[in-house]
């Protein structure tokens, strides 16, 4: 995902995408366990993706303060 993507994201959108990532990572995780996993890659895009959201979260959190 793209940054600008999630800067257009509001609250609700963002905590639902976070849930639909850190899924998306357990299930990646358990395929890497299996050794079924295609690309290793995408395990670090998806932690990546996971921290940008969070760090929006947050953002919007401290803007409603």
Sequence with gaps: MK???IKEMTA???NTKL???KEELF???F???VNQLEN???LQAVK???ARVKTFIRKHESEAQ
């Design 48 to 50: 990546k993706d996971i």
């Design 31 to 33: 395929q890497h366990a």
């Design 19 to 21: 849930a639909e990532l």
């Design 3 to 5: 940054a600008n993507e």
């Design 40 to 42: 290793p890659k995408r």
């Design 12 to 14: 609700d959108e963002l």
């Design 27 to 29: 299930n990646l995780r």
